[in-house]
Nanobody, 125 residues
Framework: QVQLVESGGGLVQAGGSLRLSCAASGLTFSAYNMGWFRQAPGKEREFVAAISWGGGSTSYATSVKGRCTISRDNAKNTVSLQMNSLKPEDTAVYYC??????????????????WGQGTQVNVSS
């Protein structure tokens, strides 16, 4: 079965950096667009970043643009999210997700078929 396993979360001070990783198995990884989403307590899950199957196209939420970089390694079946200049409002559970559709990477949760369990990111002020 498909498994997406996130890692790399933790506690960091404002202004710090974290690198999240997602290891995928049970799917033809290179055929999927991949995305990162986050959900803070009491809020809806929101889009963070996405990357096309070949890595040639990326998309970012306005709130993280310029601070985050999404990348993927199809040889290792992994997708990563480098987060810099972290802010307390970045505190959330971060999820990676897989979208089997062709085309530009989607920014809506409904486009993604598979989800990981999430990794917690806490940014202290």
């Amino acid at each position: 079965q498909v498994q997406l396993v996130e890692s790399g979360g933790g506690l960091v001070q404002a202004g710090g950096s974290l690198r999240l990783s997602c290891a995928a198995s049970g799917l033809t990884f290179s055929a999927y667009n991949m995305g990162w989403f986050r959900q803070a307590p009491g809020k809806e899950r929101e889009f963070v970043a996405a990357i096309s199957w070949g890595g040639g196209s990326t998309s970012y939420a306005t709130s993280v643009k310029g601070r985050c970089t999404i990348s993927r390694d199809n040889a290792k079946n992994t997708v990563s999210l480098q987060m810099n200049s972290l802010k307390p409002e970045d505190t959330a559970v971060y999820y990676c997700a897989a979208d089997p559709r062709a085309g530009l990477p989607a920014t809506t949760t409904s486009a993604y078929d598979y989800w990981g369990q999430g990794t917690q990111v806490n940014v202290s002020s």
